[in-house]
């Protein structure tokens, strides 16, 4: 690596991060690629508060008794945990920071739609986030992550309408995230850009903003409605004043079910534009895999009764469900299979991107596949509420969307930074990750079988074993998630310039330069070609 | 370190049924992943790119290879599905010989109750091949009642009563979970289920109960709280006459057909209203919610039971046809701290 002095910022081009630097020029800025700058910071400022939580609850499951905190703070350590990650760190990671950056360019836009909504959208998200920070501060919530009455109703003496207050303002950033990139991906299009020829990031985007769009109203209904009953003691989930507590689980998970799938689809699109571009092919199956995306949100939106085979249900509920569970599986299959495919004849290299792709690919096939298990009625009946779903759920949530999204941030990281991150080091991280995220999640699905039930802080000696797997495991995660946070900061200053397309890449946003003006392009691009065209002319270099 | 397991122990016809299902579900799933990472890991070193100017075939799909990788692996799922749910199924209903336990979880413990009144906490005893059912309530918030050597579970939610059964099968000590997050002691709202041979529980349960049996002190509750007043047991009153009533089809005042099982002779104490039988008046009995608990419902409940036809359904109380000596109480110490 070279230690080339810094070119002074005189003779830099001027791009969006150098045409103004007040701190005005970014809190009021309406650029699409500097909210997707604020988000991204934001974002991972959340993710390690969260993981934050992970070490102390790993920490604590070092030994059967409870003896690191007290059960009181183990409880709220793990719902902390769970509402950090779930709505501060995987609902918006890649939509609001990849999404927000590359879809305008991938499409030949100037900016979203609405880019003072675009703002908006981030300032909810902050004052949100700061209302559940000021949760945690003023002594935390202890509900879990779901908020299910009538614990959190009548009987939680913690935080939990200022936490469901955070959650609230923050399901609006969602829903405008959603808004703006639906009618930005209809009316924004450049010419030619024709709904064949859209990158499938856009279409798997397009699909979770229909979910953000239709599903996030309803939590927070569902919230809402957990306040009044909070506060103004109006019956309507806890049997003790006449309301009814599954009605809270199925509004619940009437959203929480398919946002599920806001976080997982934008990770599906990361990976099939990263498997394309480094098997320098076009996507086996482009419209499988579109298509798929869609189905996904639709379907999407009809299992969220599996959730509650055991509450008590009716039965036949539960068949329906049992089924639609299965039926969702099909189309992220048809996802895996033409992944793979996509590869056949192609010519893979097999830098970092690739690797977290790859990464995903198995992962997110477990998490799936794990998925499948717990649909069938009588095995869910033994592991909901276990250690299995643990495992299964950080196998889709991290395994799948984490991976996608580290795999995003090295591959798209030259056109956002103009800078090119260490190859090597980031190689030895991805390698990392995987064999911490395995060491640490395997041992949970054996946990779950094994009888463990979540959210416990002392537990049966006999699990004691694989609960220091997990807890060592967490250790080598977290060092996995840390060494990309140093290397990728360093390359902000020491990296290597980066070319507008350091991957050959086919796609439009690697016709910007890097990174590009506020503007996106010099002049409005015309599309004549898919985002692959990898086959139609000869590769230079 | 406790002793090491990868394998839970298995004591019910359940959890037989389950173990087979899982680990097809296993199988599947570790043929499944090999597949995919072997196509990975094939294309990826195969293809691998070995020289710059290798330009790959376009290739835009198969749709037969697409409808072939939807039906196959659907078809798997498939049989998953119909065979959970056969189980699933199976564990709907119980058998009408099933031994009746009453089980009421509060913030952090378990109440057992049994038809000869005996009471324990945290600790369930049940006999070996004989279905059990348990009828699980709840004094507070959402607990789960998990019995993870018979592979079973079930929510035990306010306001309502859920059931479970089983036939245990191995003589042992197996755990109780509370699965359903709960507060501040929830990973201590934890248990034993003890099975015995048949001859050994009889012998166990003849320990009996100070108090009388269930429908006993059900009895004894009726008098207290003054429900003989209006539900005379002779004469018409200005409630209805609860003899002979359980387990029957009862018409209500807007004419539709309740049947008076558990659910429904709850919901009359607690919210006498909700339900008027035809040619009685609404406002006449007060609601008794806060002034018995979940326990003394069951009790009443088993009490109206002991009144009802006898060949209503689930009208014997079992272990009541020998009313339990009036022996020293099972009552076990709870772990509450």
Known sequence: ????????????????????????????????????????????AFFFLGGLFAMLIRLELLTPQGDLVSSDTYNKLFTMHGIIMVFFFLVPSIPATLGNFLIPLMIGAKDLAFPKINLLSWYLYMIGGMVAVGAILMGGVDTGWTFYPPFSSNYSHTYVTTA????????????????????????????????????LFVWSHYATSLIQLLGTPVVAITIALLGMERIFHVGIFDPAIGGDPILFQHMFWFYSHPAVYIMILPGMGVVSEIVACFSHKRPFGYSFIAGSSIAI??????????????????????????????????????????????????????????????????LFTIGGLTGIMVASLAIDVHLTDTYFIVGHFHYVMVGGMVLAYLGGIHFWWPKITGRMYPEGWAKFASLVVFVGFNLTFFPQLVLGYLGMPRRYHAYSPEFQ????????????????????????????????KAPANPWD??????????????????????????????SEEAHVG | MGEFRLWPESAATNSVAVDHLYLFTVLVTVVMTALIFALVFTFAIKFRRRSPSYVPPLIHGSTALEVTWSIIPFLVMLVMFF???????????????????????????????????QHEINELHVP????????????????????????????????????MWFVATKPGKYHIFCAEYCGTEHS???????????????????????????????????TQLGCATCHLMDAQGRCPNLRGVYGTKQVMADGQAVTADDAYIRESILNPNAKIVAGYKPDVMPTFQGQVNEEGLLQLIAYVKSIGPKNAPGAQPAGGNAPAPKANSVKTAGSLQ
Do not use: C
């Open chain 1, 164 to 199: 469901a207050i955070g959650v609230f303002i923050s399901g609006f950033s969602s829903i405008l995230t959603g808004l703006n990139f639906i009618v930005t991906i209809h009316k924004m299009r450049a010419p030619g850009m024709t709904w064949n020829r859209l990158p």
């Open chain 1, 297 to 362: 949100a639709v379907l999407g939106f009809l299992v969220w009764g599996h959730h509650l085979f055991v509450t008590g249900q009716s039965m036949y509920a539960s068949l329906i469900f049992s089924l639609l569970s299965m039926v969702v599986a099909v189309p992220s299959s048809i996802k895996v299979f033409n992944w793979s495919a996509t590869m056949y004849k192609g010519a893979v290299t097999f830098q970092t991107p690739m690797l977290y792709a790859f990464g995903f690919i198995g």
């Open chain 2, 188 to 222: 201590g709202m934890i248990g034993w289920v003890t099975v015995l041979p048949e001859d050994q529980y009889e012998n166990w349960l003849s320990g009996g109960s100070a108090t009388g049996t269930m429908s006993e002190q059900g009895e004894k509750l009726f």
């Open chain 1, 1 to 44: 690596m070279s230690t080339a002095i810094e070119s002074p910022r005189s003779e830099e081009r001027v791009n969006y991060l150098n045409v103004k630097d007040s701190w005005q020029s970014w809190l009021f800025t309406t650029d699409h690629k500097r909210i997707a700058i604020l988000y991204l910071i934001s974002i991972t």
């Open chain 1, 465 to 496: 074993v694989l609960n220091v797997m997990s807890t060592a495991g967490a250790s080598v995660l977290g060092a996995g998630f840390l060494m990309p946070m140093i290397y990728l900061v360093y390359s902000l200053f020491r990296g290597p």
């Open chain 1, 505 to 534: 890449a086919r796609g439009l946003e690697w016709k910007a330069a890097s990174p590009p003006p506020t503007f996106n392009f010099d002049s409005a691009p015309v599309v004549t070609e898919e985002a692959y065209a990898y």
């Open chain 2, 128 to 163: 070996m091949n004989r279905p059990v059912k348990l009828t699980l309530a709840s004094e507070d918030v959402i607990h789960s009642f998990f019995l993870p050597a018979f592979r079973l579970k079930r929510d035990v939610v306010p306001g309502r009563y859920n059931s």
């Open chain 2, 83 to 117: 065979w959970g749910a056969k189980i699933y199924f199976d564990n709907g209903k119980p058998p009408s010989n099933a031994l009746d336990i009453y089980v009421v979880g509060k913030q952090w413990m378990w109440k057992v109750q049994y038809p000869g009144g």
